[in-house]
């Protein structure tokens, strides 16, 4: 004789279908079920060794510099702050009369200032390796004003 139970999700008797047979599903959110097998927990990584900053020999680090900045074309000072103090200066010379200025008229004192400064600081550097030196002292600078006179920019 057969026995009768009553029908519902629980009394029949297919086959399990596998994980392979489901198709394609939303991945799980939140905690992982209990019945998937659990993966033993690594406690801390391995301690890795620190990343050693490399190490320039003495003058080799000056000489990237120097390369540097003789490949670049662009400004080397900040143009707010060269712009503040060309404001400064022309409000002086007007006495408190505020002028404007042309943004390309600023750029283009700039880069006449900063062509002075480097040919100044070249020549200053000069006199310093003339005196059997390799620090630049404000003496070299000053003497490089001095050897090129009024005409070059001395003012």
Known sequence: M?????????SRRDP?????????TSPRRGRPSRTSPRRPRREEPAPERPV?????RPGQRAMLEIRKYQKSTNLLIQK????RVVREICLEY????DMSWQAMALLALQEAAEA????????????????KRVTLYPKDIQLARRIRGFHEGLG
């Open 80 to 83: 707010l702050p060269f712009s």
């Open 16 to 24: 399990p279908i596998s994980p392979r047979r489901r198709g394609p």
């Open 2 to 10: 057969r026995r009768h139970s009553p029908a519902g999700p629980s």
């Open 52 to 56: 050693r900053r490399r190490k320039y």
């Open 94 to 97: 007007t006495r408190g009369v």
């Open 116 to 131: 002075f400064l480097v040919h100044l600081m070249e020549d200053a550097y000069l006199c310093a390796i003339h005196a």
